[in-house]
């Protein structure tokens, strides 16, 4: 007999419910240049229920071509309770989840200090909260239409809008001038990845379970989730929990999303570059070390000569690991990229075999200077789904308008601690990664000095002979302007939704 994972009468992992995950986990919708995220707050809930009810939210399911318009849905903690979510169920969400990117303690661990700090954002913190996002997305041209066909039964008694966020198609360039978007986790759709307990080489196959509630992660786990009991009448749109079969799965085919508003100070940047630079040359080199890659995207790690196995990974800009640059000579340490996604990370290199295998898994080994605030990658990926936007704002009251620009960043992961925050944390603002001092990230890093520890405004790079040259007094390129945890539920779980209870 089948069990709960197995498909019936074989021994196959049961196939992924495609029809049920909203689109944006599988695709980018890139042909869908035009996209706003509306963010509500719901004032009158049976409205809510009944719009959400008939709303055409687009699925995973791959058709012929990409579709003219989509729309996905995301809710906040505070929005599933304002739908009369019921306590115990509430609960049952992460605690990341719960205490909302804006709370104090959290927004300390993110870096969303000085001017960054939720009190300052326009849009998720206190005084403007918001309950739902509504993304949506349409081909050049279409999204008005799209936008009015979307906001219709009872659009308007259901919700007020907080904000609209609009983005801007830079042909997938960000702001500062590089190609974004590049390196993406490939998703094991088929659910064949059994992941090994240690991994010698960087791998970009991923289990679902890192993505998607309800399936197993890379440490063959299921994430929790909220479950409900089997007899609910109200759940019967949903499936039941492979791990607890007598129960109904709210989270499967779901995961949370992460929206942040980052304004980037171009001019700042580039100002910056050129006067720590002898030429346009060598301060574009410079900004290609910051970040990683150069502004055709090809990464500064030598894509020729690293061990990576290569069957899974479908751009050959993203074919590498920094195994062959242990002293950060073609990449710096701190470079964005290497930060956010160190690869190879704590991986012994080159792969290792017997007693020093044996002293690695044993904890043993010889720790490098390097190997301090890394872990394998691998269980701290994300999937990136942002967009841009550039417009401009009325700074004074003579109405001088100056042009705005940044990345609303917007990421998919299964368990938000362990993913987003530890790489916003642990990598990305942290002054001491990969045994460097004084700096974060040189594109994000909040610049705020750290009690005890001084500065964090430097950034440095090793020449070909190891020799490290350190920019000092870099100013803070990226400001947070909102941002909010949102959970990005199945289309079942927002046939749930709508059902009064
Ligand atoms: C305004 C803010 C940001 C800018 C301008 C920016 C820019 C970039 C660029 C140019 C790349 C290289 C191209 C690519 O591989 O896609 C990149 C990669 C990446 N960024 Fe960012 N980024 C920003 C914010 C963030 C944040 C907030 C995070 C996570 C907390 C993040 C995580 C990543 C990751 C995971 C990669 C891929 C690294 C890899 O796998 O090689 N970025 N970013």
Known sequence: MAGPYLAEGTNMMKPVEVDQVQGIVRFGYGKLTECCFVLVTIQDVAAARLWLASAPVTSAVALPEAPQ???????????????????????????????????????????????????QWE???????????????????????????????????????????????????????????????????????????????????????????????????????????????SAEFLPHAE?????????????????????????????????????????????????????????????TNTPVSGVDFEDRKNRFDFAADPDGRRC???????????????????PVTGIQRMLTLAGLENKTLHSDAKASSRFHRILRRGREFASSRSEDPSGVRSAVQGLHFLCLNANLARQFEFLQSAWI??????????????????????????????????GPQGSRQTFTGLPRFVRVRGGAYFFLPSLPAIQYLAVSR
């Open 243 to 303: 791990d607890h079969p007598e129960l109904r799965d709210f989270g499967r085919n779901g995961c949370y999303l992460v929206l942040r508003t980052l304004e980037q100070d171009v001019e700042g940047f580039w100002r910056f570059l050129r006067e720590h630079a002898e030429s346009d040359m060598a301060a574009e080199a410079l900004a290609a070390a910051m970040v990683g890659r150069t502004k055709d995207g090809e990464p500064l790690a030598d894509l």
């Open 69 to 119: 318009t989509a729309l996905q849905l995301a809710f906040t903690h505070t929005g599933f309770r304002n739908l009369g979510f019921a306590p115990e169920l509430l609960a049952q969400f992460s605690a990341e989840f719960q205490t909302g990117a804006e709370n104090r303690s959290r927004a300390r661990l993110l870096g969303d200090v000085g001017s960054s700090a939720p009190e």
């Open 429 to 462: 603002m942290s002054t001491k990664f990969d045994a460097l001092t004084d700096e974060s990230d040189p594109l994000l890093g909040s610049r705020e000095p750290i009690a005890g520890a001084g500065a964090t405004d430097s950034f440095s790079t090793a």
């Open 332 to 350: 710096p340490f701190g470079a964005h990229i290497r930060r956010a996604n160190p690869r190879n990370g704590d991986l012994p290199s080159p």
């Open 123 to 233: 849009w998720g913190n206190e005084t403007r909260a918001v309950d739902v996002l509504v993304m949506m997305y349409a081909r050049p041209g279409m999204l008005e239409g799209w936008k009015r066909a979307v906001q219709t039964t009872g659009w308007a008694k259901a919700f007020r809008v907080v904000t609209e966020l609009t983005t801007t198609n830079l042909d997938g360039i960000e702001p500062f001038g590089f190609p974004d978007g590049i390196s993406q986790p490939e998703l094991d759709w088929k659910r064949q990845r059994i992941p090994p307990k240690i991994e010698d080489t960087y791998t970009n196959h991923i289990a679902l379970g890192e993505f998607l509630l309800g399936y197993t992660n890379e440490y063959g786990r299921y994430t929790d989730r909220p479950l409900l009991p089997g007899n609910e009448a």
